[in-house]
């Protein structure tokens, strides 16, 4: 199992992004995934999840109605749109499988005016 993290950048508070998890070696139908964000000196946190199974989805307190995640056409894509950044949101950000030890390579986020 491999997956790829993208779409990060250098944006102004307010901005947005989206950032794509690109997963090989299994079908996304029978998993759930979780985007995970890690700031400058602090430790790993749950952003959101996505089940394939039903997509069904979860935010942290800390990003809902600001964050969006979903399935995209590509069926082993699960995007993150990150609307309305603020300073606080900058962190590598990380998708991973429930159940599953790997993790991608992350892609960073930086928000600064």
């Known amino acids: 199992v491999q997956l790829v993290e993208s779409g990060g950048g250098l944006v102004q508070p307010g901005d947005s992004l989206r950032l794509s998890c690109a997963v090989s070696g299994l079908d996304l139908n029978y998993y759930a995934i979780g985007w995970f964000r890690q700031a400058p000196g602090k430790e790993r946190e749950g952003v959101s999840c996505f089940n394939g199974r039903d997509g069904s989805t979860g935010y942290a307190n800390s990003v809902k109605d600001r964050f969006i995640v979903f399935r995209g056409n590509a069926k082993n894509t699960v995007y993150l749109q990150v609307n309305s950044l603020k300073p606080e949101d900058t962190a590598d950000y990380y998708c991973?499988?429930?159940?599953?030890?790997?993790w991608g390579q992350g892609t960073q986020v930086t928000v600064s005016s």
């Open positions: 991973k499988l429930f159940g599953f030890a790997s």
